[in-house]
């Protein structure tokens, strides 16, 4: 079974900060990969970044990072240059292996003050 | 606009009241999942569909159906609600479960 532990409920960052959001994952499958999704207070969700798990380079999307660690099994989203737009919940996801479903964490509830 | 498109967007019902909550895609997308969103457990995965006539259970199947008769619509059928299914509920399409999932904007529902 595939599993996706984001271990921080909340985070507050100011504004033009750089932020790191925190996801582990579990699975013993060799292929898999992980995404980040936005969801801001209107409710949509809204896809960041993927990052397969045979891919070298770190993924990279505009201000979003996707800071991969394999041996740790971490695949944590770095924003750099905070915006008070990008308070949100950030949601991190996976699939693996043969499986075709798509398993989320409970989410990180993200603050930027001016 | 490429779009995935859900009905109703809320919805308050009553225990035992058949419902279907409608779910259209117009990317031509293969697979269709439908989610349910609870505070504090983020998106859990109710059923999904990698072609027309193919469904499977997701993480919490229980109290829901689904059908896959075209290719673009992927309702979701609470044939005998319950207050426990109170919740938000997400639809999803993409071109398989690898690449990024496109969501609807959501559909409110509350059972009482």
């Known amino acids: 079974a595939q599993k996706i532990t984001q271990t921080q409920p909340g985070m507050f960052v100011q504004e033009k900060e750089a932020v790191t959001l925190d996801c582990t994952y579990d699975?013993?499958?060799?292929?898999?990969?992980l995404f980040w999704y936005k969801q801001p207070s209107s409710g949509e969700m809204i896809f960041l970044i993927y990052?397969?798990?045979?891919?070298?380079q770190n993924a990279t999307e505009g201000r979003y990072s996707l800071n991969f660690q394999k041996a740790r099994k971490s695949a944590n989203l770095v924003i750099s240059a905070s915006q008070l737009g990008d308070s949100a919940m950030y949601f991190c996801?996976?699939?693996?292996?043969?499986?075709?479903?798509?398993?989320f964490g409970s989410g990180t509830q993200l603050t930027v003050l001016p | 606009e490429a779009q995935v498109t859900q009905n109703p967007r809320y919805l308050i019902t009553v225990t035992g009241k058949k419902l279907t909550v409608t779910c259209s895609q117009n990317?031509?997308?293969?697979?269709m999942s439908w989610y349910r969103q609870d505070p504090g457990l983020g998106l859990r995965q109710i059923y999904y569909?990698?072609?027309?006539?193919?469904?499977d259970k997701g993480d919490v199947p229980e109290g829901y159906k689904v059908s896959r008769k075209e290719k673009r619509n992927f309702p979701l059928i609470l044939e005998s609600p319950s207050p426990n299914q109170t919740s938000l509920y997400f639809c999803?399409?993409?071109?398989?479960?690898?690449?990024?999932?496109?969501f609807g904007p959501g559909t409110r529902l509350t059972v009482l």
């Open positions: 999803a399409s993409s071109w398989d479960i690898g690449n990024e999932q496109f």
């Open positions: 699975t013993s499958d060799q292929s898999y990969g």
């Open positions: 990052q397969g798990s045979y891919d070298e």
């Open positions: 996801a996976m699939v693996a292996g043969s499986a075709r479903q798509l398993t």
């Open positions: 990317m031509n997308h293969e697979y």
């Open positions: 569909s990698m072609n027309v006539e193919v469904t």
